[in-house]
């Protein structure tokens, strides 16, 4: 049964023709649809009145028709956009977005651009979707979208596989690893916007949340409490700061400053089978990982003595050891040091003010936490490296090991011995209520040393105060708690992620390829390229593609092969045609098309 696509494409076909031809000869042709090859005299008569149709505008396809009511264009393409970087930052935060959350940012995007009556429905969502192909968003959940027998019963037999490889290999706990990534914002001071009473939830208000300058630390440690040197990821590739003196610990560059495939290989290879090779030799080991695509590389170009087991799906949060306090020990420890060192500035009369001045000899990039300015990758590897090596015990290590109950019985029994039963509970994994106070008194300590020295007022230029805590108003005990809180785990909430997104979706929408010098102290001083807006695609229609063919068919009839050319446009004709009217006409509804959860 013929359809109003096929009249009207036939139509077009007909009117565009470069040759004249009979309405029945043409209908008769490969020009036109396959549905007419056997032309009728119904067929024939009805494409005489569909003709004059089409010429006078009345003859419409149902495509045509939906693409020229379309409103709301802009909001549409900054939709596609936004969820196209938002897949693509779920690799390394691992968050999902509710449905509900995206219509308050569509509401919110039609409110800044001035577009009134606008309600962001879930039917118009739902056809944005589909008119750009968008399906579906595959989302690997955590421990908490199963049941705990769904969990035991995915753990078992993964545990026993491990240790049948242990025993096997011939694995000692010293030579069973487990690494894993997260990101980290060094540079950032606690803010007052974290404060439950400041509506954290407020997506507008995180906006104002500074310093989203970020680094990505993979931890590596082994069963027996020993560890294996931190790697950072940074975007720039020279960091002006290491020319003060060798970075600490490994390094390597990353435009997002995340681990990708090829960072992963470069961990592998020049971070972790070394470590490996010098603490035990060239002997049998086991790496634990998660389900990071960035994991997914090929490992067999890897020494035959590595092998690496990838932890079961939706269970990280429950089984890995780095999980379990390791990181959020890490972030802890650098925040309290960071205040530290801040504070002994202060410790002389007039302190700050020198370490200041003679920050202002220094290059841009290499003015770091001693000359009272924002650390730069070398303090912050610095201050890792003391954290990791000197103050994180191996007692500690074994813990989160035993915690993430992956290990064998014995194992777990003789950490038990060698470390006592007692363990912190996963709720309190993060930050302790006596880390929480300790880190309170030095903001409390640095505020009035910064009130003492009348930094908020005197100095303008100041770029390390600036929107935190430490010139803002008075909180009281509760709210300043709260507020550390969220500051130690900041990288990791919603809200913040939403931030970076939202910033990386205004970069790629506004800014083109420039090349400049960072100006600023905080800045790393490194020759940096920026992102850009890729130019538009033009989009083909359908009516273009059949005008192409008829211009190639036209061409065609020109060569020696006119024949055999003729065929293949044909039948390359016939396929367009075809694909063409298998395409839906309409939307399907999309189910748990995000996720709600922290995956």
Known sequence: MLTIEDWYFACETYDNLAIKMGQRAFLRSNLSSHHFTKCTQSQAQSFGRMLKKYRSGELQPLKVKRERSRKYIELEDRLVQYLKVRAESYKRDKYGISWAILQEKLLSWAEKMGIEGFKASSGWINSTLKRHSIVNINLHGEAMDLTEEERIQLMAPWKRELEDLIDEKNISPGCIYNADQSGFFYQKLPNSLYVTKSSKKDYAGVKQMKDKTRIAIMVCTAA???????????????????????????????????????????????????????????????????????????????????????????????????????????????????????????????????????????RNGCRGLQYGNKPHILDAMHILKDIWYV??????????????????????????????????????????????????????????????????????????????????????????????????????????????????????????????????????????????????????????????????????????????????????????QKDHLARPKCSPTITNFFSVKKL
């Open 224 to 362: 027996d409490g020993t560890r294996q040197p931190i790697a950072i990821i940074g975007k720039p590739k020279k960091p002006r700061c290491f020319e003060l003196v060798p970075p600490p610990l490994p390094y390597k560059d990353q435009t997002n400053a995340w681990f990708d495939k090829e960072v992963t290989k470069w961990w592998v290879s020049s971070v972790f089978w070394p470590a490996h090779l010098q603490r035990h030799g060239n002997v049998n080991c086991i790496l634990i990982l998660d389900n990071c695509s960035a994991h997914n590389i090929d490992y067999s170009t890897f020494p035959d003595r590595l092998t690496v087991k990838f932890l079961p799906p939706n269970v990280t949060s429950m089984h890995q050891p780095a999980d379990m306090g390791m990181i959020g020990a890490l972030k802890v420890g650098y925040k309290s040091n960071y205040l530290k060192q801040l504070l002994n500035i202060f410790d002389t009369p007039g302190g700050y003010k020198r370490a200041r001045d003679l920050g202002k000899r220094q």
């Open 391 to 576: 103050r994180t015990s191996d007692e500690s290590i074994k813990r989160c090991w035993r915690k993430a109950g992956i290990l064998p019985t014995l194992w777990d029994t003789d950490i038990n011995n060698d470390v006592g039963s007692a363990s912190l509970s996963r709720s309190s994994r993060t930050i302790s209520d006596e880390e929480c106070i300790e880190l309170c008194g030095l903001i409390k300590s640095l505020k009035v040393k910064a009130d003492e020295t009348g930094i908020c007022t005197t100095d303008k230029d100041d770029l390390l105060f600036q929107n935190s805590i430490i010139v803002e108003g008075e909180l009281n005990v509760e709210e300043m708690q709260d507020m550390v809180r969220m500051w130690v785990d900041v990288e990791d909430t919603q809200e913040m992620i939403d931030c970076v997104v939202e910033d990386e979706l205004d970069a790629i929408e506004n800014v083109q390829y420039i090349i400049e010098e960072e100006e600023d102290d905080d800045k790393e001083g490194d020759v940096i390229m920026k992102p850009a807006c890729s130019p538009p695609r033009h989009s083909v229609s359908y009516a273009d593609a059949m005008k192409a063919m008829d211009v190639l068919d036209s061409y065609g009839s020109t060569c020696s092969s006119a024949s055999k050319i003729s065929k293949s446009i044909s039948s390359l004709r016939w396929m367009l």
